[in-house]
């Protein structure tokens, strides 16, 4: 959901600490003859958005020919907070959850509603999430987003008037999720090519447009040759992480990906996160710049964040 | 069938290679695609009884008899879902290798058509177009867009919103956009790009797809906020 300023009370980290959410563990299956259930793994549920994959056992699925299903009960332990004056919703309103899914590359996205209850409902709120995705309409992620919006309006009472009364309005997200469905889940587009007359490295920057256009292989990525003579240096045989020259490549590759988003027209939104679109280049950037803490006052500072970034965390 | 695909650069090479008028390339494994794709489009010519040297100057007519022949042809093969309908380089390849012909009638050299922007890849286009307005048949779809313009497909096909598009919604905003007489649109310049974006502005506070009302009611209000601000203009 985008953060528009609402005029309305909404449920903010507070009110949902307040209400008690408890998530439950996320279940994959998909559908042969009988129902094949998949593994959780659980990659980082730390953040406010939790990052999980699943694997299949029998390593039978792909999203192109088989469906997804997503299955998940988790409770709301004290709802009678948001009814009322201090809550969101008039006291006598029914309040509804639901769950907004998308899958941005392949521009696709719904919502389901979940479960309604009212001030009188008996705590706690069960809610059960059941979806599933038919093959060949998933593709990398799967972003879920549960929310809470007023399925019918109350009467509100004198102390009421500033609550939020319509009906469908959306009234805050308790919980977050990214799903990763191909992939290793981080995103950086590493490609190896092979071509003798090149240099051992190079990087890619073939967007059009900064705001919009994926942090993916399409737009940019760093290639890294093969048929290079030093090719073997790049990993010494070792982890990645203990290669100093790659290292080095990424750091170089980073600096020169931002110098260049630095040129465009667009880099002031960059900056300030305006008008990013979700897993598009300039919201990688912006996401290098505000988290990682990578300083793009000038040159010197820029490289000396980067590597000292990349060397403390990789 | 595995659909071959093309990278923006290899797609900028080939494109600069053309003198003038683009090259197909003969793979036999594409050959039939492209004699169901080029059929369709003389079918889709003769049918409007217009040339090709017309297409030129812009034809909405043209986009979308022939989007609704390709949405078909594409969708007859198992393997084209909406994971390859939003892969770019798919329609790359289609553009440059398959049918580059077709495109340089409708199009000429333009290479945004071609290639290079991805929201504005004609064929891409002309396939989400129909994709997001699509009734179940040809005829009802073509029923319901048949007075459309090319601009009402930039405003359906470009505005996919951050997180992606709601179909079931996009073919109810159509189908009641087609509804409308021609003297309801007339009487209200541009509706649908005014219902598309206050869409656009109005799903940030609520989720069309869980309107109490349903959907239905959902698009209704949209457009009857346009027809009653006009009332209210028109008695004040």
Redesign the interface.
């Known amino acids: 959901m985008s953060q528009a300023i609402a005029l309305y009370p909404t449920i903010d980290e507070q009110l949902t600490t307040k209400l008690g959410f408890e998530p439950g563990p996320f279940k994959f299956s998909y559908t042969t003859d009988v129902v094949q259930d998949m593994e959780t793994q659980y990659l980082d549920v730390n953040s406010s958005v939790s990052l999980i994959k699943f694997e299949d056992p029998g390593y039978q699925w792909d999203p192109d020919n088989k469906n997804l299903i997503v299955r998940r009960t988790s409770y709301i332990s004290n709802p009678a907070f948001l009814f009322g004056q201090y809550g969101v919703v008039p006291k006598d309103a029914e309040l509804a959850v639901g769950v907004l899914w998308s899958s941005k590359s392949v521009n696709m996205r719904g919502a389901q509603k979940l479960t309604t209850f009212n001030a009188a409902s008996a705590s706690p709120v069960q809610i059960d999430l059941d979806l599933d995705f038919s093959p060949g309409n998933l593709k990398h992620e799967l972003y879920l987003e549960m929310i809470v919006y007023i399925s019918k309006p109350g009467n509100a009472g004198d102390n009421e008037t500033h609550l939020g009364n319509q009906p469908g309005l959306i009234l805050g997200t308790i919980d977050t999720t990214r799903i990763v469905l191909e992939g290793n889940g981080s995103v950086f587009p590493i490609v190896e090519v092979a071509e003798e007359t090149m240099p051992l490295w190079w990087v890619v920057c073939a967007w059009t447009d900064i705001l919009e256009d994926g942090f993916d292989e399409e737009n940019v990525k760093i290639c890294i040759n093969t048929a290079h003579k030093n090719f073997d240096q790049v990993y010494s045989g070792k982890k990645i992480q203990d290669s100093p020259l790659f290292l080095e490549i990424m750091a170089s590759s980073l600096q020169t990906i931002i110098h260049k988003a630095q040129e465009s027209g667009s880099w002031q939104n960059v900056k300030s996160g305006d008008d990013l679109v979700p897993g598009s280049i300039g919201a990688a950037i912006h996401y290098f710049i505000t988290t990682f803490g990578w300083d793009v006052s000038s040159p010197e500072s820029l490289s000396f964040s980067i590597r000292q970034y990349l060397e403390d965390h990789m | 069938m595995k659909w071959e695909e093309l990278?923006?650069?290899k797609a900028e090479f080939i494109m600069s290679g053309w003198n003038g008028f683009p090259k197909v390339n003969e793979k036999s494994n594409d050959l039939n695609l492209r004699s169901e794709l080029m059929a369709a489009f003389e079918d889709t010519l003769s049918f409007l009884e217009i040339n090709k040297e017309d297409l030129i100057k812009g034809n909405y007519r043209f986009d979308m008899e022939y989007g609704l022949k390709v949405y078909q042809i594409f969708n007859q093969y198992p393997?084209f879902?909406?994971?390859?309908?939003?892969n770019?380089?798919v329609w790359r390849y289609l553009s440059l290798e398959v049918i580059p012909d077709i495109v340089y009638y409708r199009w000429g050299m333009r290479e945004g058509r071609f290639w290079?922007?991805?929201r504005r890849i004609w064929l891409k286009a002309i396939w989400w177009y129909i994709h997001l307005s699509w009734q179940g048949s040809e005829e009802a779809t073509r029923e319901v867009l048949k007075s459309n313009t090319t601009d009402d497909i930039v405003q359906l096909v470009e505005r996919?919103?951050?997180?992606?598009?709601?179909?079931?919604l996009t073919r109810e905003i159509i189908r009641h956009y087609g509804s409308l007489t021609k003297e309801q649109k007339g009487r209200n310049n541009q509706i649908f790009r005014k219902v598309m974006k206050l869409n656009t502005a109005r799903a940030?506070?609520?989720?069309p797809?869980?309107?109490?009302?349903g959907q239905q009611s959902?698009v209704k209000e949209l457009f009857d906020y346009f027809e009653n601000a006009r009332e209210e203009v028109k008695s004040s």
């Open positions: 990278s923006k650069q393997s879902n909406v994971r390859t309908a939003s770019n380089n290079k922007d991805p996919a919103g951050s997180l992606g598009y709601r179909v079931t940030k506070t609520v989720e797809d869980l309107h109490p009302g959902y």
